[in-house]
T-cell receptor, first 113, second 112 residues
């Protein structure tokens, strides 16, 4: 199994809603990542979890709250988002933290109304 | 931090080799060069990486200059399915490890 699975594929939410994005991998990888990608732009690193601990937060606003319940799961909790937060949110994993290639999921496309 | 410079876009005829250049003149000695591609509406896909030596796998070849200031990704026989944005990434070292930071990339169009 070499897949990173992200759910939901599409999400529409209002600015007052609370929602979550979910990411799952069963490759035994010990690092997981969230990237944000706006249209026609490269992915931007948001968070890195290493051995289930938050290692990097790239100055992301607190309305985005990551969570790593176990080594296979990564969540991104969303609250009080703005329309400019609409983007493709990509999850990735790597075998060891900060080394090796990243395996990406297909992304969750978020629209904030 | 090492940054990369790539052409905005390139064309390639189907069946021909696609050579995608990348400049990374400020690369440090322990920073690897990685290549990913992103086909429309999909997540990025790892292609290949290297430190000093040239590398080849089933997808592509990576040629790194001796001074490591530039590299070229070679797709030997491009197909229409290779149309994508190709990202050259220098995995940046920082205290505690490395970060994978994407640059603007090259949009490759493979034409029949």
């Amino acid at each position: 199994d070499t897949e990173v699975t992200q759910t939901p594929k599409h999400l529409v939410m209002g600015m007052t809603n609370k929602k979550s994005l979910k990411c799952e991998q069963h490759m035994g990888h010990r690092a997981m990542y969230w990237y944000k990608q706006k249209a026609k732009k490269p992915p931007e690193l948001m968070f890195v979890y290493s051995y289930e601990k938050l290692s990097i937060n790239e100055s992301v606003p607190s309305r985005f709250s990551p969570e790593c319940p176990n080594s296979s799961l990564l969540n991104l909790h969303l609250h009080a988002l703005q329309p400019e937060d609409s983007a493709l949110y990509l999850c990735a994993s790597s075998q060891a933290p900060f080394t090796g290639e990243l395996f990406f999921g297909e992304g969750s496309r978020l629209t904030v109304l | 931090d090492a940054k990369t410079t790539q052409p905005t876009s390139m064309d390639c005829a189907e069946g021909r080799a696609a050579n995608l250049p990348c400049n990374h003149s400020t690369i440090s000695g322990n920073e690897y060069v990685y290549w990913y591609r992103q086909i429309h509406s999909q997540g990025p896909q790892y292609i290949i990486h290297g430190l000093k030596n040239n590398e080849t796998n089933e997808m592509a070849s990576l040629i790194i200059t001796e001074d490591r200031k530039s590299s070229t990704l070679i797709l030997p026989h491009a197909t229409l399915r290779d149309t994508a944005v190709y990202y050259c990434i220098v995995r940046l070292s920082y205290t505690g490890g490395f970060k994978t930071i994407f640059g603007a990339g090259t949009r490759l169009f493979v034409k029949a």
